[in-house]
Nanobody, 120 residues
Framework: QVQLVESGGGLVQPGGSLRLSCAAS????????MGWYRQAPGKQRELVASKNSGGGTKYADSVKGRFTISRDNAKIAVYLQMNSLNSEDTAVYYC??????????????WGKGTQVTVSS
């Protein structure tokens, strides 16, 4: 099995910054993609940012220029630096990884989520 554990969420004022972290562990052979999704109340889960093993990145239009995704392959971790936060960024943020396991099977894994609340 593969586990993803997020940390770094919390309450921040508009214009502030937060850094989310996600560490992966378990029966991992390789990870193709790691990224962050978010789900606000009453809305569908959406991609925020992802980074593949080749270094390619994707960002939601709403976060371009404000959020930066990075990976540490040695630590099997992914980070999301979030700057200039606004109320529309309030959501539960989920870590996601596309994993080729030690059992030679592909799997899509999710963390339990971390709450980010932007409010004055």
């Amino acid at each position: 099995q593969v586990q993803l554990v997020e940390s770094g969420g919390g309450l921040v004022q508009p214009g502030g910054s937060l850094r989310l972290s996600c560490a992966a562990s378990g029966s991992i052979f390789s990870i193709v993609d790691m990224g962050w999704y978010r789900q606000a109340p009453g809305k569908q889960r959406e991609l925020v940012a992802s980074k593949n093993s080749g270094g390619g990145t994707k960002y939601a239009d709403s976060v371009k220029g404000r959020f930066t995704i990075s990976r540490d392959n040695a630590k099997i971790a992914v980070y999301l630096q979030m700057n200039s936060l606004n109320s529309e960024d309030t959501a539960v943020y989920y870590c996601n990884a596309r994993v080729y396991t030690a059992y030679r099977k592909w799997g899509d894994y999710w963390g339990k989520g971390t709450q980010v609340t932007v409010s004055s």
